[in-house]
């Protein structure tokens, strides 16, 4: 990644800010729907939190399964 230097969007940055551009989008909160927990830590850092997890360590759970997830593994928040 720093080869390409600050500006470079991976994927779970680029995704929001393309459904946040989006003209029919009623609740911009819609573009946020997958919670982020650090891999290192098995610490939910929740749906904004993201940034402070360093490439590869996010995993992704859409925030409908949250409640299962915290039941099947051991995440902290």
Known sequence: MAHFGPDLLLGYEHRPC??????????????????????????EVGLYGYHEVPPPDPLWIWAKDLDQARKDLPIKH
């Open 18 to 43: 393309i459904k946040l551009g989006t003209q029919h989008l009623d609740d911009p909160a819609d573009a946020y729907q997958r919670v982020c927990v650090d891999l290192r830590t098995l610490t």
